[in-house]
C-alpha cells in the first residue's frame, strides 16, 4: 500500500518536472532591428506585454527600434500617412506556456516627427512612456501596466490603464482642457472641468492619477 502512495507521488513529481521543463520559453533569438517610414501623420501601435516608448525628436519621418526573433516579431503597414504597428506572435498555443522573453527584449520605441495627427498606443502587462509627444489627438490603453508622459500636448488626452498610474506632465494649462475622471481603487490630484476646447480623459482603475499642467 505504501509503496504503491510512494509510486504514484514519484509519478506526480516527475509529471510536474516534464511540465516544467515543457513551460520553458523558447522564442528563439532575438536580434535588434530598425525601420524607418516617411509622411507618416498617423501612427497605431498595438504590443501585448511590450513596454512601449513614443518620443518625438526633430528628424523627419518615423524611426522604430525593437527586438525580433523568428517567432515574436513586428508588422509595420504604412497606407498613405497612417502607419500601423503590431505585435505578431507566430506560434502554436503550446508555446504560450511558460515565461515571458527577458524584459530587454520586450521593448519598442518609436520616434516620431515634431507634431502628429493621431497616436494610439495599446499594450498588456507593460508601461506606455510619452516623451514631448504632439499631436492633434493621443490615446493610450495600458491592461496590467502604467502610463508616464512628460511635455505631451494633443487637443485630444485619452488615458486608460489597469493596476498601474498615470503619471506625468502635460504642455499648457488646467484651463485649457475639459476634465472628465474615472478613478477606481486609487488618488487623483485633478478635479473634473469642462472648461476648456481641449479633452482630457483619465480612467484609472488599481492606481493613483497625478498629472501636473507646464503652462
Known amino acids: 500500500m505504501l509503496k504503491g ?4 507521488v514519484a509519478s506526480a513529481f516527475a509529471l510536474i518536472a516534464l511540465f516544467a521543463c515543457s513551460a520553458c520559453y523558447d522564442g528563439g533569438d532575438f536580434s535588434k532591428r530598425e525601420y524607418c517610414f516617411k509622411g507618416v501623420q498617423s501612427i497605431r501601435i498595438e504590443a ?9 525628436c526633430a528628424a523627419d519621418g518615423v524611426r522604430v527600434e525593437c527586438f525580433e526573433s523568428e517567432t515574436e516579431y513586428y508588422s509595420a503597414a504604412q497606407e498613405g500617412g497612417s502607419l500601423t504597428i503590431e505585435l505578431v506572435r507566430d506560434k502554436e498555443w503550446t508555446d504560450f506556456i511558460g515565461t515571458q522573453p527577458n524584459a530587454k527584449w520586450r521593448v519598442v520605441t518609436v520616434y516620431v516627427p515634431e507634431r502628429l ?25 495600458c491592461n ?7 511635455g505631451v500636448e494633443a487637443e485630444s488626452l485619452t488615458f486608460y490603464a ?10 499648457g494649462d488646467v484651463l485649457q482642457y475639459a476634465v472628465q475622471i474615472d478613478i477606481k481603487k486609487g488618488d487623483c490630484n485633478l478635479a473634473e472641468s469642462g472648461r476648456g476646447e481641449r479633452s482630457l480623459s483619465l480612467e484609472c482603475n488599481n492606481g493613483d492619477i497625478h498629472i501636473v499642467f507646464e503652462g
Do not use: P
Not at 125 to 138: F, M, Y
Open 117 to 141: 495627427e493621431s497616436l494610439y498606443i495599446s499594450t498588456t502587462n507593460e508601461d506606455i512612456e510619452l516623451n514631448g509627444v504632439c499631436a492633434d489627438s493621443v490615446e493610450a490603453r
Open 144 to 150: 496590467g501596466g502604467g502610463i508616464g508622459m512628460r
Open 162 to 171: 489597469k493596476n498601474g498610474d498615470i503619471r506625468g506632465s502635460i504642455s
Open 48 to 56: 501585448a506585454d511590450r513596454t512601449v516608448n513614443v518620443e518625438r
Open 5 to 8: 502512495f510512494l509510486a504514484a
